[in-house]
């Protein structure tokens, strides 16, 4: 990569555990960065222009969706990947597909889906994200999914369940035994936080659901604030919030990357097997950093996700999916021919089938489907 030296504990695709259908190498791409290119090039990237991050797609069309978040993602991670010497194309890939098992309508629809699964195994999209990847992804003669690389899997599943993970094999396994991903996955985690801690203050600016007021309650928010406003005592509000935004990402990823450097260095890791072995992951903020970061993640939820406006739009989505979720439940065969054949079986079965078509859709095919069948 560009002639980068990598850390020794960077993840080297030679000492991986690889994909789950060997392939032979290509001449000139690395093995992550053939992931991140089948991911660019799968159907679940592209429905992500469609899906709601926090405000719904037609809202307005400066909003982030599900696709400018990951691209925002990636290129925070990108950044601290570089910065310490680890593998930028497996930050970039693990970023472009951590949303890809998200439903329509954002977490009103992961939050309703989960419920109709209820007596299912329920749902959640950060398994989705690798079911995607691993199985629902079909573009391959010779495999189901995109067959990725073991790192890219690992860093796609961010969190999950006991449970779950006992069915998962390999990738789930650090589940159980308590253990860490590798560094690029624990990047792309916080570069997500980073992200859209940002990016809503923007979104949520121009929607006119948080004020200036409001906002510098935050510290990391209003520490920037007085610095702008000294040096550009005229500067409009518009061109105010951006200055303060990209400052702020500026203050975050830097404290990120020292802090890490430092873990790092009293940690001293020999290969990225000592990272999985660590009690704690070692990307990380500084106490100060890391305590500002929440406060504002707390008053986004506080004030921007749980804002009656966004709400309305949350109670909208649930009806329509819960009414989508029972009516293919009773008409499997309203579903694209795919999932109809994979909904014949126990009622279990069939319930999968409907949720995994349900959270492939984007807003507007919901809507659509919605308006066609109820
Ligand atoms: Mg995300």
């Known amino acids: 990569m560009n002639g980068q030296v990598l850390a020794p504990y960077a993840a080297f695709p030679e000492n991986s555990a690889g994909r789950q259908y060997p392939e032979p190498a290509t ?10 290119d089948r991911i660019i090039h799968s159907t679940g990237f592209r429905r992500l222009v469609y899906k709601t991050q926090v405000f719904v797609n037609h809202e307005g069309d400066l909003y982030r969706t599900r696709l400018t ?9 990108r950044t601290v990947a570089g910065a310490l010497n680890l593998n930028e194309s497996l930050v970039e890939a693990i970023s472009l597909a951590h949303d890809l098992g998200h ?3 954002g977490h009103a629809g992961q939050d309703t889906l989960n419920a109709c699964m209820r007596d299912f195994g329920g749902f959640e999209h950060n398994l989705q994200s690798l079911k995607v990847v691993d199985e629902l992804e079909a573009k391959y003669a010779d495999y189901p999914g995109l067959n990725l690389m073991f790192e890219t899997r690992e860093g796609i599943l961010k969190h999950c369940s006991a449970r779950n993970a006992r069915s998962l094999g390999d990738v789930g396994l650090r589940f159980i035994e ?9 990047i792309a985690n916080v570069a ?38 000294e040096r550009y005592p005229d500067l409009e509000d518009r061109r105010l919030i951006y200055e303060i935004i990209r400052r702020m990402i500026n203050r975050v990823v830097t404290d990120l990357i020292v802090t890490t450097q430092k873990n790092i260095e009293v940690a001293s890791p020999d290969s990225i097997d000592d990272i999985r072995n660590m009690q704690q992951p070692l990307v990380a903020f500084s106490d100060e950093i890391f305590a500002e970061h929440t406060a504002l993640k707390r008053f986004l939820n506080a004030s921007l996700y749980q804002h009656e406006q966004v709400q309305s739009m949350t109670g909208k989505a649930q009806r329509m999916l819960e009414d989508l979720f029972d009516r293919y439940m009773s008409e499997p065969g309203e579903m694209s021919d795919e999932f109809s054949a994979r909904a014949s079986g126990d009622e279990s079965t069939k319930a999968r089938a409907v949720a995994d078509y349900i959270a492939g859709m984007t807003d507007r095919f919901a809507i659509a489907e919605h308006e066609r069948l109820v």
């Open 192 to 229: 997500d936080s980073i992200a859209y801690n940002n990016h809503d203050v923007d979104d949520g600016f121009r929607a006119g659901l948080l004020s200036l007021s409001d906002l510098r309650s935050q510290t990391l928010f209003n520490d920037q604030y007085e610095i702008v406003r």
């Open 69 to 77: 978040h990951s691209i925002e993602v990636a290129q925070i991670a």
């Open 103 to 105: 439903t329509p309508f």
């Open 27 to 36: 001449p000139y791409r690395s093995e992550y960065q053939r992931d991140r």
């Open 178 to 186: 308590r253990k860490q991903p590798g560094l690029e996955a624990q």
